[in-house]
């Protein structure tokens, strides 16, 4: 099954650097914050509310927890067990796909990271974070117990860090320190090398490209050989970007459209 995955994101991201799309749907909701899981799935964050649409544009499920404040990120890697972090109150909150509960609500100043400043899916329902008090990546089990932790990350690097996102994928951890760039890990914290992309706000990783915002279009880098590209898009205004099972997915203030490319 994971091999399937790998192959038609691979797919996607050669179907991406067409130049003509096709809209397929649009999703009129005003958002604070979208993401998508592999099955095309669109998840869309309104303030406190979180919503799940199927690729065809169809309302699913809602979910909604006005006591833990506004959401501030969503993670839909593993779409049965959804990751929502509420930052201000630093609690994490676990879905199923029907964004039911799944487990108990996770307070990270219960559990001794009172600065837990970003937090993502790990393989193996782990978790990792990153850790402001000690500048460092701490990845926690299912118990959420610390199993791995990086070193004092700004002493390592030499820099003073500000990163804004975190995500797992394909056994690497991407930490986005927009001063600097993308910082790339492997799954036990080990640091591997920084994508020199500066003030990249989104970024999603396919196979060896990690695709970005750039402007009004959409560039791609190559981790590996360090080719750059870039794509034009079907929308001229957009706040952030997707692209899933073949689909480039486009937010502006008022909808996510769902395109295809030719």
Not at 30 to 38: E, G, M
Not at 65 to 86: C, E, P, T, W
């Amino acid at each position: 099954m994971r091999t399937l995955l790998f192959i038609l994101l691979v797919i996607s991201s050669v179907s991406f650097s067409q130049s003509k799309y096709t809209l397929i749907t649009s999703i009129e909701a005003k958002s604070d914050y979208f993401t998508a899981d592999n099955q095309g799935n669109v998840y869309l964050v309104n303030a406190n509310e979180l919503f799940k649409y199927d690729k065809k544009g169809t309302l699913l499920y809602k979910y909604s927890n006005k006591n833990l404040g506004d959401i501030s990120y969503v993670d839909a890697s593993n779409m049965l067990r959804i990751l929502v972090f509420y930052k201000d109150f630093l609690q994490v909150v676990f879905l199923d796909n029907t964004l039911s509960a799944n487990g108990e609500t996770v307070s990270f100043d219960k559990i001794g990271f009172q600065q837990a400043q970003l937090v993502c899916s790990s393989h193996t329902n782990c978790l990792w974070i990153y850790d402001q008090q000690n500048f460092s990546l701490i990845r926690l089990d299912r118990n959420f117990e610390k199993i791995q932790q990086t070193n004092n990350l700004n002493t390592l690097l030499n820099d003073t860090l500000q990163p804004n996102g975190i995500l797992e994928y394909d056994n690497r951890v991407y930490l986005n320190n927009p001063k600097s760039g993308i910082l790339i890990f492997d799954i036990y914290g080990t640091y591997y090398k920084t994508i020199p992309l500066k003030n990249a706000s989104q970024f999603q990783p396919i196979a060896d490209w990690v695709y970005f915002r750039y402007g009004k279009n959409v560039k791609a880098y190559n981790i590996k050989t360090t080719e750059e590209k870039e794509f034009e898009m079907p929308l001229e205004e957009f706040v952030n970007f997707r692209l899933e099972m073949g689909l480039l997915m486009l937010q502006s203030n008022n909808s996510i459209k769902l395109y295809r490319s030719e």
